[in-house]
């Protein structure tokens, strides 16, 4: 069997007991990343919330709201830029995270 290891998904996403399905938390995702990643419909982001990317950040709700519609905005820098995501997934070993 070498080193592979599968988790059991559904024991390990049932017992992190999160307060939204996986229906729910990956439909969430799709209405954030539609809703231009939050800044269209900024109650999609918690007052907590909090951007870290690899060269900016952290930045809290209000300033990555004014970033996506400044100097942050993926689209000023790719007009042509068309979402092609798949397999949105529901992670079992971090409560909420969605790939």
């Known amino acids: 069997a070498g080193n592979l290891d599968l988790v059991d998904t559904a024991a390990m996403l049932e017992a992190q ?3 939204f399905s996986e229906t729910e938390l990956v439909e ?3 209405s954030w ?3 231009k990643y ?3 419909d900024v109650e999609t982001l918690a007052d ?3 951007f870290i990317g690899p060269f900016v950040g952290p930045l809290d709700k ?3 709201v004014s970033a996506l519609s400044g100097s942050l905005d993926p689209s000023d820098g790719f007009v042509d830029l068309t979402g092609r995501q798949f397999g949105f997934t529901v992670d079992p070993i971090e409560p909420g995270r969605v790939w």
């Open 48 to 50: 907590s919330f909090q």
């Open 38 to 40: 939050g800044a269209e």
């Open 17 to 19: 007991a999160f307060p």
């Open 28 to 30: 969430m995702t799709q």
């Open 62 to 64: 209000e300033s990555y």
């Open 33 to 35: 990343i539609a809703a």
